[in-house]
């Protein structure tokens, strides 16, 4: 899924990442609607110690983690905020 990244919270040992969908489809169905009301579409992705390896595979590929050279993986999630990626659904909080 292609998001922007808007936040992150670290809760009970997982991390959940928060973003807009910026998805082509999604962006062109706001488009038609005219919908500017902030009804974007909300995601949140939820990270455990199981899925731990695509999350460090994952912040290895981000440019701008790359860029601000973290210490710490919060120091590197928070390099996050504001970027445009792709992050696997395989990790989206069904609401």
Not at 9 to 35: C, I, M, P, S, Y
Not at 84 to 90: A, D, E, Q, V
């Amino acid at each position: 899924m292609t998001v922007e990244v808007t936040g992150y919270a670290f809760k009970d040992g997982e991390l959940h990442l928060f973003a807009t969908d910026v998805d082509e489809r999604n962006l062109q169905l706001l488009e038609r609607n005219r919908e500017d009301d902030g009804s974007e579409r909300e995601l949140e992705f939820i990270f455990d110690k199981e899925s731990l390896d695509y999350l460090y595979k994952w912040l290895h590929r981000q440019k701008a983690v790359k860029k601000a050279a973290p210490q710490k993986l919060k120091e590197a999630v928070a390099a996050t905020l504001g970027t445009i990626c792709t992050i696997s659904g395989k990790y989206l909080e069904l609401a």
